[in-house]
């Protein structure tokens, strides 16, 4: 499957060494805005976690000024969006309106209307839409929504999921600091454990959040938000945070108690994973890590086989967006936010 990288900040170049060493997969051109981008080295590097991607030879690859120049290729099968959030609506949706299929980084926009715009062209061009929700396929997150899911250890009692570091700084131009490209901490970092929290429970009744703002321009810099399952259902809360101060480190982490057992996960822990069970009997081996390998694997067979499966349905990436949108509007009113 021929592809074509748009943006090449931290996770395009990621997705281009990924893709680069995938048996099925070649990187036939490559887009970004910025010239220096385009005449410069693309090398993997910067960001706050480590993808796992290798170095590639960018010798063989077309470098397009223009993205028309990119969409109009007719031996271009597929696109990777990995442009800032504020435009991965309006390029993925002329993307699948030149006949390519579509891996669009998280979120999938910063509004739902947005969403259902990328929903409605990738029905009208027959082709597949994904967004880069790498936790359902990262290794410990992984195990765990599949231990939840077979109901070994019973039902959940409660979730508690957090990610917190510094502000994104991977470049001269930080378009994370502005709220009205990035959507803020809520769409960066929070929309993560809220896509998580939708595969392992559902769609909630409510979502009532706090926040603290950050600098100028930023948006909220914190979040803190619980999720309503109805009653005697589990008791949720997510939190996120871009800290104050040069060189906080990265770090992500959740617990989910269960009626037989304790499973709890922190990035900075070794073991990372730990499963807690009543009775006593280990559980294991998991193989730990980045899921960026595994989310392009993934597309790259719906993709062939022109399905969307359940575990990457851009519906539920929607959704993440909604619960967002919802978090971001509680912090306004301080008032809980129904959910349709």
């Not at 195990?143 to 990610?163: E, I, P, Y």
């Amino acid at each position: 499957m021929r592809f074509g990288v748009i943006g090449l900040g931290f996770m395009g170049r990621a997705h281009l060494a990924t893709l680069a060493a995938h048996p099925g997969a070649a990187v036939a051109a490559v887009h970004d805005v910025e010239p220096d981008r385009l005449a410069g080295e693309l090398m993997p590097g910067g960001g706050n976690l480590d993808t796992g991607a290798a170095a590639w030879d960018p010798s063989a690859v077309r470098r397009c000024t223009h993205l028309a120049d990119l969409l109009d290729d007719g031996a271009i099968d597929a696109v990777v969006v990995a442009t800032p959030t504020d435009r991965h609506a309006d390029i993925a949706c002329a993307a699948l309106s030149a006949g390519k299929h579509v891996f669009c980084e998280k979120p999938m926009a910063l509004t739902v209307a947005d969403c259902d715009r990328m929903l409605s062209a990738a029905a009208s061009g027959g082709r597949v839409l994904m967004i880069g929700h790498c936790l359902r396929f990262w290794g410990e997150y992984a195990a765990a929504a599949d231990l939840v899911g077979s109901g070994r250890f019973g039902a959940v009692r409660s979730v508690r999921l957090w990610r917190r570091g510094g502000l994104p700084d991977f470049g001269a131009r930080n378009w994370f600091a502005d709220v009205n490209r990035s959507g803020g901490v809520v769409m960066d970092l929070h929309v993560h454990d809220a896509d998580y929290a939708l595969l392992l429970l559902g769609v909630p009744r409510s979502v009532r959040a706090r926040g603290v703002a950050g600098g100028d321009g930023a948006g909220l810099a914190e979040v803190v938000a619980s999720y309503d399952y109805g009653p005697g259902g589990p008791v949720v809360e997510l939190s996120a945070g871009w800290l104050t101060g040069k060189g906080v480190p990265f770090v992500m982490g959740f617990e989910i108690a269960l009626e037989a057992a304790t499973i709890l996960y922190a990035s900075d822990a070794n073991p990372a994973l730990r499963v807690h069970a009543a009775d006593g009997q280990p559980v294991g081996p998991v193989q730990p890590g980045g899921g960026y390998q595994a989310e392009i694997d993934h597309f790259i067979r719906g993709a062939a086989a022109g399905v969307v499966s359940d575990l990457a349905d851009p519906a539920s990436s929607r959704q993440a967006v909604a619960l967002a949108v919802a978090a971001a509007e509680s912090c306004r009113t301080s008032q809980a936010v129904p959910i349709g």
